[in-house]
């Protein structure tokens, strides 16, 4: 496996963890098999650049945060890791609503405007 490829997967599966999201919410954002996204966090498929735009947007991060070697990494990596408390409110989100942030984030302009008219439009069937 090449080095680079395998510090890429590990700052996948570390913010996919910090953002307590599972292969398969993450595959279903990108809309790609679990397996085809496993395989990107383990390093057995590199990842291109439009998926690494993707993938920052669904981890709400930097995309050179998941690039390897960027010098100031760590101290990004120490903040998401202490923001990542249990008892912050955001992290008391269920599986299933991890997930549909997980997807809103891997959507295009467009197609957040389309989700967000969407919920607008169900809330209003509530009143």
Known sequence: MNP???????????????????HQQV???????????????????AVNVTLLLKLANIFNVNPTDLLPDVPDNDERSDRLRDSARADSPI?????????????YRGLSK???KQAMA?????????D
């Open 27 to 45: 595959a279903d954002a990108l809309n790609v098999e679990r397996s085809t996204y496993t395989k990107y966090e383990t390093g057995k498929t």
């Open 110 to 112: 467009a197609e957040k």
């Open 118 to 126: 969407l919920m607008g439009n169900l809330s209003k069937k509530d």
């Open 4 to 22: 680079k490829n395998k510090e890429v997967a590990e700052k996948l599966r570390f913010y996919r963890e910090a953002c307590a999201l599972s």
């Open 91 to 103: 992290y008391q989100l269920s599986k299933d609503e991890r997930g549909l942030i997980a997807r």
